[in-house]
């Protein structure tokens, strides 16, 4: 696998990441998605909705050279960015946009647009002098396959809500143990063998891309919620500070790309043994409310937390992590260390607005009927916690832990006797 050693593509990379994120605190890049009532605003929308895909494929053209890619940020990021630009006038027009918002606009598009230039520059030079070429060819039929993922993907999931009479149709309102909620715990356990089973004959490298192409589409998402929760709640989440990653959930998929990236085996086992159980009781027990099943607060629910099961069991079924009793040793003081610092800045957003309690990870409030936040409450300063609660969550956590970790064992050793079995009988 070529890794690029050029500072510029480091920096360009850098650049889009940071400024596409900030891009996403604009409540305009949600909204515009569901303002499609003129031509100008379809094409505007379309063409702003090709160039957010270039959060996942410009850093792995910059950084890995990877040929898709590159072909990707030529040919289609590039007109698209210009085609955005030239149509911003329904971008503006869905809301007011502070001079922060309009900076983060222009910024993120700029260096969209240096890092396609810088691209464009490179494609030209190597055909110019193919003995500086390091990218094996490329089908237009794989890079289009490639874009066409992605750009589901990146797909803007409060889309359908410009439509208000879909959000009121009863047979589409989600129910908890309702054909919906059975509906999407299928999906959520096909889409994870779906994936094992294409991954199965890929190479090590397109292994990794797939992986990094899925984490990075997920990471977008949960940055585009920024910009939902700037004008409507999402689920219980109120505002910037209630749509931080700072829930096991989110947490982890703010960090699977670069486990990912990493290539540490440590840090991919510990997010398996920790999103893999959060996912599967997230969907046991979702907080959607009685919502359409178009609605974004079911759509980027299901969306993430079938994503995130998915990829993080991949980790092990894919790229080969595999967690043992080390890595579960390694929780005895990390989640201890998680909730706390949860506490505390659960306790410091609390400080700044007492009226909106953002309850990261659960540190104030049960996520079940039963008050355990009020046995044996203790307060220093302003700061009033139930420890024995907190102890509870950590005890709660690592048992989930120790069970996937089991669970993980149990099936290791199963296929590992199976594919045993078969090579005795062939022989």
């Known amino acids: 696998m070529f890794t690029a050693k050029k500072a510029p593509a480091y920096i360009l990379a850098a650049l889009i990441f940071v400024f596409a994120v900030w891009n996403c605190f604009a409540a305009n890049v949600m909204e515009q998605f569901v303002h499609f009532y003129s031509v ?5 929308g379309v063409a702003r909705w090709i160039g957010l895909t270039g959060f996942v494929i410009l850093p792995v053209a910059l950084l890995f050279r990877e040929p898709r ?12 960015i210009l085609a955005g630009l030239f149509v911003s006038a329904p971008y503006f027009a869905a809301h007011r ?5 309009f900076a ?21 030079r190597e055909r110019f002098f193919p003995e500086r070429l390091h990218d094996r060819g490329v089908s237009a039929r794989s890079a289009a396959a490639l874009f066409f993922l992605l750009f589901l ?14 959000m009121r149709v009863t047979w589409l309102r989600f129910r908890l143990f309702g054909s919906w909620h059975i509906l999407f715990v299928v999906m959520l356990v096909l889409t994870t063998l779906f994936l094992v089973r294409l991954f199965k004959y890929k190479t090590q490298e397109e292994k990794f891309f797939a992986m990094l192409f899925l984490s990075g589409a997920l990471f977008f998402q949960l940055a585009a919620r920024f910009s939902f929760v700037r004008l409507q709640d999402y689920q219980t989440s109120h505002g910037i500070i209630g749509a931080l990653p700072l829930y096991v959930c989110s947490f982890g998929i703010a960090l699977l790309p670069f486990a990912i990236l990493s290539r540490s085996h440590t840090f991919r086992c510990i997010l398996f043994l920790i999103n893999t159980p959060g996912a599967i009781i997230a969907f046991v027990w979702p907080t959607i409310g009685n919502f359409s099943v178009l609605h974004y607060n079911t759509t980027y629910f299901v969306y993430s937390h079938v994503l995130l099961f998915a990829i993080t069991a991949n980790l092990v079924a894919t790229l080969g992590a595999r967690p043992s009793f080390v890595h579960f040793k390694k929780l005895a003081y990390m989640i201890p260390c998680y909730y706390f610092a949860m506490l505390l800045l659960n306790s410091a957003a609390l400080l700044g607005n007492p009226s909106y309690d953002p309850n990261f990870s659960f540190v104030s409030k049960s996520p079940l009927p039963v008050p355990f936040e009020k046995l044996f409450p203790l307060r220093i300063g302003h700061l009033s916690f139930s420890p024995l609660y907190l102890l509870i969550l950590c005890a709660v956590q690592f048992a989930l832990a120790f069970l996937t970790l089991a669970v993980c064992r149990l099936l290791t050793e199963l296929f590992s006797d199976r594919k045993k079995s078969s090579s005795v009988s062939s022989d």
Request: aromatic share 16%; proline share 9%; glycine share 4%.
């Open 40 to 44: 100008p605003s379809v094409i505007g």
């Open 69 to 80: 890619c590159r072909v990707l940020a030529v040919f289609v990021i590039l007109p698209a």
């Open 97 to 101: 946009a502070t001079p922060a918002e």
């Open 104 to 124: 983060a606009y222009v910024l993120f598009n700029a260096s969209s647009f240096a890092a396609c230039l810088y691209l464009l520059s490179e494609y030209i």
């Open 153 to 166: 993907g990146c797909a803007p999931l409060n889309f359908f809500m410009q439509f208000p009479a879909l």
